[in-house]
Structure formats: C-alpha cells, structure tokens
C-alpha cells in the first residue's frame, strides 16, 4: 500500500477543554479568564467564558425576553460574559438532557443549547442537572487558535462539571491552573522555548 492510499486523521481538537488565560494575556476580553471549548476543529474554535459574569441575573434576564418564571429560580444565578462575538444572544451550556431544539452536543455529558425551549424550561423549574447561561460567545476563525497557543497565551486542561458548573466564580482561574500543579501567582508572562 502507497503512502498516498493511507488516510490518517491528525486533526487536533481541544473540544471539551478548558483554556486559561496566561498572565500575559493583553485583551481585556480574555485576561484572567478560563474559557470552556464547545468546538474546535480545523475550520476555527468556539468557547465559553465560565468565570466573568455580567451585572444580569437569570431571573432579569428571562422578564427581558418574556419568559415567565413559574418554578423555582436561585436567588442569584448570574449570566456570565461569554466572550465578545454576539454578545446580545443567549448560550446554555447543561447537562443532561443534552438535546433541546438547537443544540451542539459537546462530548457524552455536556451540550451547548441556544434555543428557547431551555430557557422555558429553567423557568419552569425544569431546568437540566447543572447549567450556566451566557451572553456571548469567544470564537477563533482557522488556525486563530493555534497560533495563541504556540504564542503561550493560553495553557489547556480537561474540563470538570466542578470548575464548570459548581466552583465560585472567582476561584476558577485558580483551580484550573491548580489542575495543573501550577499557582497563577507564581507564573511569569515571559514564554520560553528551549
């Protein structure tokens, strides 16, 4: 058999993961941020900032797109900022059930759903086990990502539903480096290459 008869996938994907910002990190949309990746493939990337929330509670954001909150609704569940592009639309990153009327199904426990039939559904108290919505998402068109990861802008670590859906916000970061061995603190923005 010919080298040219062999088909090999070597595509690289970080789906699944998560993505910390490195100290060095300049765009105030990502510094200090843990970034969930939805889908990556070689066409681009597509994540979720899971760590900066907005001035909005679900419960506000339901009465502004009409959904009348009929079941139980947490006192304070913030919207998290989910990065830049599309900032105006709704993201629902859950558990299971994993398919509702629009959704990307991550791996075999998290979906990605946009539709308005989950946002009913929380509202109804129906909400799936674990969940977190977002305004916004962080895209990267082909090859975008690659390049900020050759440039050390972001280090990359298997997601946890802990980090993703039960941690307070503002201890993420940290644990997401601790998932590494790695204090934050600690790291210096200079990268090296040996």
């Not at 900066?52 to 009929?70: G, Q």
């Not at 050759?150 to 993420?172: G, T």
Request: proline fraction near 6%.
């Amino acid at each position: 058999m010919s080298e040219t008869e062999i088909s090999i996938s070597t595509e690289f994907s970080l789906s699944g993961q998560l993505l910390i910002a490195m100290p060095n990190m300049l765009d105030p949309s990502f510094a200090g941020s843990v970034v969930y990746l939805c889908e990556h493939s070689g066409k681009g990337a597509m994540g979720l900032v899971i760590n900066r929330p907005t001035d909005l509670a679900i419960e506000s954001l339901l009465e502004k797109i009409n959904v009348e909150v009929e079941g139980y609704m947490p006192a304070h569940f913030p919207v998290m900022m989910g990065g830049p592009v599309a900032s105006e639309r709704g993201f629902v990153l859950h558990t299971e059930p994993l398919n509702w009327n629009s959704s990307l199904k991550v791996n075999d426990e998290i979906s990605l759903t946009t539709s308005r039939d989950i946002l009913e559904a929380v509202a109804r108290g129906q909400a799936p086990g674990k969940w977190l919505v977002t305004l916004g998402y962080a895209g990267w068109s082909e090859g975008q990502l690659e390049e900020e990861l050759a440039q050390n802008a972001w280090l990359n670590v298997p997601a946890n539903h802990e980090i993703l859906f039960d941690m307070p916000l503002e201890e993420r970061f940290a644990s997401a480096y601790a998932m590494l061995g790695i204090d934050p603190a600690l790291m210096s923005g200079a990268a090296g290459h040996a």
